[in-house]
């Protein structure tokens, strides 16, 4: 079985003060994690991935996030938060095994608030 | 922009009614899915399909009926809804994950948003 588990519902933040949204995860074997983010009225849009490799992983629009296993954590990160980085964040994982592909277990989400 | 397209954005049906969801992407992704959102919430899967075939029914009542007539079309046949089926219906493409250079990170279309009456 696989969990991920965002334990804040919103993170509020300042205009250019660090953001950072928290993910811990469970998953049988090597975890293929990834980050996607919902505007609203919209779609979810892909931001990054962790496969295997390095555990500092860049991402789209100036995300980063790191893979940290003996805390089975993926924390997304951004250094200067924008008033436009105000968005839902998911979490997500799968399990790196064939028989594991196509279902991406989601977290429950984590609303960003970025003010002025 | 996204580059899987859906259609119609919205749609308002009566629980008697037959309507159809439309999903097409033109990225060459051999797997398309059907997600149902709630507001605020995760997307739940309901279908997936590969290569053409239907390889993941997530226990969907019978009154949501998949459909995928190649490989860039999916659509989501729709009978005798309830109002609590009123949500965000997301398409999704990737890949087939077949290595560590190609995980199948799904590409979302823009929804559309159901009203059950």
């Known amino acids: 079985a696989q969990s991920v588990a965002q334990p804040e519902d919103q993170v509020n933040v300042a205009e250019g003060n660090p953001l950072t949204v928290k993910c811990t995860y469970s998953?049988?074997?090597?975890?293929?994690l990834f980050w996607y983010v919902q505007y609203p009225n919209r779609g979810l849009q892909f931001l990054l991935k962790?496969?295997?490799?390095?555990?500092l992983v860049k991402g789209s629009y100036g995300f980063e996030a790191e893979f940290n296993k003996s805390q089975t954590s993926f924390h997304l990160k951004k250094p200067s938060a924008l008033v436009s980085d105000s968005a839902l964040y998911f979490c997500?994982?799968?399990?790196?095994?064939?028989?594991?592909?196509?279902?991406?277990?989601f977290g429950a989400g984590t609303q960003v608030v970025v003010t002025p | 922009d996204t580059e899987v397209t859906q259609t119609p954005k919205h749609l308002v049906m009566g629980m008697t009614n037959k309507k159809s969801l439309k999903c097409e992407q033109h990225?060459?992704?051999?797997?398309m899915y059907w997600y149902k959102q709630k507001a605020k919430k995760p997307p739940e899967l309901m279908f997936v399909y590969s290569y053409e075939k239907l390889s993941i029914n997530e226990s969907v009542p019978s009154r949501f009926s998949p459909e995928c007539p190649n490989s860039s079309l999916l659509n989501l046949h729709l009978h005798a809804l309830q109002p609590e089926d009123s949500a965000l219906y997301l398409c999704?493409?990737?890949?087939?994950?077949?290595?560590?250079?190609?995980?199948?990170?799904?590409?979302f279309g823009e929804g559309s948003r159901l009203t059950v009456l």
């Open positions: 999704a493409s990737s890949r087939i994950p077949d290595s560590y250079a190609n995980t199948g990170e799904l590409f």
């Open positions: 962790y496969i295997t490799g390095d555990n």
């Open positions: 997500a994982v799968t399990g790196g095994t064939t028989d594991s592909w196509g279902k991406l277990q």
């Open positions: 998953v049988s074997g090597n975890p293929y």
């Open positions: 990225m060459g992704h051999r797997a």
